[in-house]
């Protein structure tokens, strides 16, 4: 298993907590981020909004691709996976754009997780045109084409329904050292994980491709005692609907295409993070990850509260603990 995290770039998860003493400011994510690398986490997502859509529109929240620049430049190992929305980004300009990140990095510890808008109301003050479902799959479909190509040969051209390049050049390349398609999931149960592992290895066997691997967000709380973890579970869950996120929040709902039935733990925290289950005592969180991977998750993506404080915790109570087990 391999440990990552969402970088807190909008100053927290909880939609019910207004103070999480993780501010979003370039001072406190390069801090986190370089001690994660020396405490055993292998790789940050950095997700791209423009608003803080989890503590209201007013709120702060940094930028992702200049914070991804500037991270691959204070940081050593740690893989920098970079949310990117084609909606909002040229193609060929992206991909010179991570290309030069990648060099600033030393080569090989950048990735891009590819997603689609759902935030109308952040498209329409950004002067971005928002496109319905399956509109921005398509666009999205051109996109990877011409990032792709754009890092693997010089003079090529495309014309598609959404985006044109005309003998396009782009140097210096990626130092890409593999190719490897990944599918990172919001929080589930290891049992919903596993039926959307086969099914997605399915797909990829039928096709002739070569296997995934898979992701899975998780907001833990490890606590010394159940009830200790239970009762900061019911202190990040009392929902205030006066919270500044919970209009964003109904526009997440409007703008997506859920599988299931909305709970209150999936308004509290963000990325259906609770449904993965890692709450409990130490011995309890790892019996939960041993699930995962025989589920076939091949990398946690973690938030908690506070980010720094909590991640330390992680770190000493779960994932050390589970390599000295592995390595007997």
């Given amino acids: ?52 859509d989890i503590k209201g529109a007013e709120a702060p929240s940094l930028d992702a691709w200049s914070t991804a620049a500037a991270l691959a430049a204070v940081t050593r190992k740690l893989e920098l996976m970079v949310a990117v929305r084609p909606t909002f980004h040229q193609p060929a300009l992206l991909a010179k754009q991570a290309a030069n990140i990648d060099h600033i990095g030393g080569g090989g510890r950048l990735s891009l997780n590819v997603v689609s808008s759902w935030w109308a109301d952040e498209a329409k003050k950004y ?91 998780a907001y833990t709380i ?38 299931q039935q909305v709970s209150l733990e999936d308004y509290s925290v963000s990325n259906r993070g609770l449904r993965s289950g890692l709450v409990g005592t130490p011995d309890q969180v790892a019996e ?11 990398l946690l993506l973690l938030q908690c509260s506070p980010q720094l404080e909590e991640m330390e915790r992680f770190a000493e109570t779960v994932i050390r603990p589970r390599a000295v087990a592995n390595a007997a």
């Fill in 1 to 52: 298993m391999r440990y990552g995290y969402w970088l807190p770039v909008f100053g927290g998860w909880l939609r019910n907590v207004d103070d999480e003493r993780m501010e979003a400011s370039w001072e406190y994510n390069s801090r986190l981020a370089r001690r994660s690398e020396e405490i055993g986490y292998d790789l940050t997502l950095v997700a791209e909004l423009n608003l803080n």
């Fill in 127 to 217: 002067g971005v045109h928002f496109e319905q479902h399956d509109d921005r799959y398509a666009r999205t479909t051109e996109w990877l084409e011409i990032v792709e190509r754009l890092w693997q040969q010089d003079h090529f051209s495309f014309s598609g329904k959404h985006y044109a390049v005309d003998d396009a050049i782009m140097q210096p390349k990626p130092m890409i050292s593999r190719l490897c398609d990944a599918y990172v999931m919001h929080g589930d149960e290891p049992a919903r994980v596993r039926e959307k592992v086969n099914d997605m290895s399915e797909r990829r066997d039928q096709l002739g491709l070569p296997p995934m691997k898979f992701g899975v967000a």
């Fill in 222 to 259: 490890v606590r010394r005692t159940e009830e200790e973890a239970r009762a900061e579970l019911a202190r990040i869950t009392n929902v205030k609907q006066s919270a500044a996120g919970y209009e964003n929040y109904q526009q997440w709902l409007a703008g997506t295409r859920l599988e």
């Fill in 288 to 298: 939960r990850i041993a699930e995962f991977e025989a589920a076939g998750v091949d």
